[in-house]
């Protein structure tokens, strides 16, 4: 075992794959600490600096002082508390659907929805560029999976049509984490109907962004069909943690009975529910924390291809910088870290062989000065 062990490190090392975790000291924010030095934070998914927000905070250890912190169990044998209930709530309205249920994780919300819904008569088609949940979720639902080219719907129907399977469900992203494009929605709902199918929508980087008032990729695209569902996360732009999947009320109750990521795990702590109702809350009435986010997207992106950066064409607050081969691309991440920006290499299997890159995430929390300040060392990294 402690051979076979080391000579799989020994090939991630020479390969330049293996992984390293940086310390990031003292709270979420456009600025940290790293090895004792400040430097700004390009690589958070905490879009609209709700993760240490006062409020956000304050919500979680009120509800400390009156609910204890650890829920004990699962929902389904004790652990079923009132925060759980109020969250849920609180989604539901803000996505505009009939019924929500809480999980620990967007990827177990992935696990638990997809595996629940399908089984070996089921077809599901998910684009390639899916999240590494989705493609599990996939694998372990042993329902018959076809991948399509990433936004490619030509193809997506094609598949649709020679599908003879009782039940089709189509899986996507709605805004791709690697590549920061949105998939087209108004394309994939209007092939449901046709063909029967039914339609997860992966929001965990649009919730909070997307849309007039942020509540995700629908909303953008003016979308509503009762067989879509939605997924979304609430450790990115809600800057707390967890997951939920949202939909009709009669797929909501197949998941508690259903999905085993829900019924076997235990529930989230009362204070981490608190926390992001509140952020929800800060969302609804502070649309300028958004305009904020969406400006600085305009600035970098503006930057970016302005010294003749390939962006890959990024339409959100996920912008790629390729640098193709992995050495590079972690070098890069290594110079711009002994510049005072941190920003990580993104190497396979996370995206395809030759396409590593720097994954920039802009925020609302980020000041013109920070942005400007990052450009210029990426534009000396890249012609160091």
Request: glycine share 10%; aromatic share 6%; net charge positive.
């Amino acid at each position: 075992m402690r051979y076979h062990i080391l000579e799989e490190l020994s090939k991630l090392t020479a390969s330049g794959l293996k992984r390293q975790l940086k310390l990031v000291e003292g709270p979420q924010g456009p600025r940290v600490f790293i090895n004792g030095n400040a430097v700004i934070l390009l690589c958070s998914n905490d879009y609209l600096g709700l993760a240490n927000h006062p409020l956000v905070k304050e919500a979680a250890k009120d509800a400390i002082d009156r609910w204890g912190f650890g829920a004990g169990a699962s929902r389904l044998v004790s652990g079923n508390m009132e925060p759980h209930i109020m969250l849920e709530e609180r989604i539901r309205r803000f996505k505009g659907t009939e019924s929500a249920l809480l999980f620990n994780s967007g990827y177990n919300a992935n696990l638990g929805a997809v595996c629940a819904l399908s089984g070996r008569e089921t077809d599901i088609f998910s684009d390639k560029l899916n999240h590494a949940s989705i493609v599990d979720a996939c694998v372990l639902s042993r329902a018959n999976v076809k991948r399509y080219p990433n936004k490619d719907i030509g193809s997506l129907e094609t598949q649709l049509k020679k599908s003879k399977a009782r039940r089709k469900l189509i899986v996507t992203d709605g805004v791709f984490s690697m590549d920061g494009t949105i998939a087209p929605l108004k394309d994939i709902v209007s092939l449901l109907d046709r063909y029967n199918a039914s339609l997860l929508v992966d929001d965990a980087h649009a919730t909070g962004v997307l849309g007039k008032s942020g509540r995700g990729t629908l909303e953008h695209f003016g979308l509503s069909h009762p067989s879509i569902i939605q997924m979304g996360t609430l450790g990115k732009a809600v800057g707390a943690f967890g997951a939920y999947i949202a939909g009709p009320s009669e797929l909501i109750d197949l998941l508690i009975s259903k999905a085993r990521p829900f019924i076997y795990t235990t529930a989230l702590p009362p204070a981490v529910c608190a926390a992001a109702i509140k952020a929800i809350d800060i969302i609804d009435e502070t649309p300028s924390l958004r305009e904020k986010l969406w400006k600085n997207i305009s600035i970098f992106k503006k930057g970016l291809e302005g010294a003749g950066l390939d962006t890959m064409g990024s339409e959100t607050q996920i912008i790629p910088v390729i640098v193709k081969s992995a050495e590079r691309a972690m070098g890069i991440s290594a110079k711009l870290l002994d510049k005072g920006v941190f920003i990580q290499g993104i190497r396979p299997p996370t995206v395809p062989e030759g396409t590593s890159r720097l994954r920039v995430t802009v925020t609302a929390a980020h000041t013109e000065e920070d942005l400007n300040f990052a450009l210029s060392a990426i534009k000396e990294a890249f012609n160091g």
